[in-house]
DNA sequence: GTCTTAACTTAGAATAGTTCTAATTATCAC
DNA sequence: GTGATAATTAGAACTATTCTAAGTTAAGAC
C-alpha cells in the first residue's frame, strides 16, 4: 500500500517536510481548498476560493503552491485539453471522465488490475511509470 | 469497419468535400507534412516544415487548417501536458506513450477488446464518446 | 466567360494562461 | 536576536492561441 492514500490537511505537513519543504498558511489553504471541493479547479478558480478565506494571496503564490503540491505527490495536474490545467487531490489510481455537455470532470475508481491490463499492450522496451485514462463523452444524471 | 482507416493524401480531399470544405494547398501541404513525420507536431513545427515547400503561408493558417483537418476526423489533436497542442494523423485505435527523457511521443497501438475492457469501468450513467490513454516513461532504443 | 457570393487566407492585434524577476517578508538554525 | 534561506508578492514578460478585418480565391448561377 503506498503512503498517504488517504489525502488528508494533516498529510500535506509530512509530504512537505520528507521534501525539504515548509508548511506555510498560502500551502494549507491551497491543500484545503482542493480537498474541499473536489471538482479537478484551475489555478483562477483556486486563486478565488482561497481568497475568501485569505483575501491577501497572489495568483503567483497559488501557481507556486500548487507545482508544490504536485512535487509532493499530494495532487496530480491534470490535462486532458488545451487550456488551463486542472489540479485532482485524490491519490487513489483513477481515471477522469470529462462531460462534455457541463464541462464537469469526474473521478472513475480503477480496479487495480485494469492499469496491469492496460500497462501489457506496452512493446518491449516501453517502461510506463505512469498511465492516464481519459473518458469524454456524457453523464446521465449523477453528479458528485 | 470505419471509414479512411488508411489516412493517404487522397482521403483528405474526399473527408472535405463531405464536410462541405475545400480543398486548398495550404490544407494539402498541411496534412502531407502530417503524414510524412509522424512524431506528433506541434502548431510551430508543422508551420516551420511547411514553410519550405510553401514559404509564404501564415501561422494563422496552419493554426486554421490543423483545426479543420480536426474537424473532419482525419487529425487527432493530442494533450497532455501543458504545453502546445501536438497533432497525430493516425486513426487506428492508440495510445501514447511520452518518453520523458527524449521529449518524443510514440503511438502505441490498441487491440481491439482492450478499449472494451477500459470502457467497463464506467459505472452506469457514464457513456463515453471517446477514450485516451497515455504513458509516461522511458523508451529504451526503438524509435520510430 | 463574367458575376456573385461564400470560403479561405493572411498579418497583426488581442487574449489567456503561465512563468519570470526582483523586492519584500517569513521562518529556521544558531 | 542575527544571519541565512525559503517563500510570497506584484507586476512584467512570455507562449500559445484566437480574433479581426482586409484581401484573395474558387464554385456556382447565369
Ligand atoms: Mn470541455
Ligand atoms: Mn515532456
Ligand atoms: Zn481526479
Ligand atoms: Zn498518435
Redesign the interface.
Known sequence: MSPAISATPDALAQRLATSGLRSTPQREVIYGVLLKKRDHPTADEVYARVRTDMPTISLATVYNCLETLVQCDLVR?V????GP?RYCPNLRPH?H?HD?SSGST?D????AD?LE???A???P??????????????????SS
Open positions: 495536474a490535462n486532458f485539453e488545451r490545467t481515471a471522465f462534455e469526474h472513475i475508481d480503477l480496479p485494469l491490463k492496460v500497462s499492450v506496452l512493446p522496451g516501453y517502461d510506463a511509470k505512469s498511465v492516464e485514462i481519459t473518458f469524454r463523452g456524457r453523464a446521465t444524471k449523477n
